[in-house]
């Protein structure tokens, strides 16, 4: 059975850091699309960054470029996105989702991936 277990949210300023980390368990699969999503209560769940963890390959979304990356360490079976210069529209519930499929054209389409974890809180104030 895939679990992911995201970890690391919190209260920051504007201007802090957060580093956000999925621990996956149930599958070693390492070639194949991860992601972080973000929503907030009202709005869609939207797409922040992706990684193809066979490839290395990432993409962000055109909001957080420059200031987040997204990472995976294979061998600990871990994703994460490290978060800097945050602003207050970055606030929300981060989740962490991971598909068996490499990201293809779909990587920010909530729709492309079966497992979710649970979601951690990020807040940011001004």
């Known amino acids: 059975q895939v679990q992911l277990v995201e970890s690391g949210g919190g209260s920051v300023q504007a201007g802090g850091s957060l580093r956000l980390s999925c621990a996956a368990s149930g599958y070693t699969y390492s070639s194949n699309c991860m992601a972080w999503f973000r929503q907030v209560p009202g709005k869609e769940r939207e797409g922040v960054a992706a990684?193809?963890?066979?490839?290395?390959?990432?993409y962000y979304a055109d909001s957080v470029k420059g200031r987040f990356t997204i990472s995976r360490d294979n061998a600990k079976n871990t994703l994460y996105l490290q978060m800097n210069s945050l602003k207050p529209e970055d606030t929300g519930l981060y989740y962490c989702?991971?598909?068996?499929?490499?990201?293809?054209?779909?990587?920010?389409?909530?729709?492309?991936?079966?497992?979710w974890g649970q979601g951690t809180q990020v807040t940011v104030s001004s």
């Open positions: 989702a991971a598909t068996l499929n490499a990201c293809a054209y779909w990587y920010f389409r909530s729709d492309w991936y079966k497992y």
């Open positions: 990684i193809y963890t066979g490839g290395g390959s990432t």
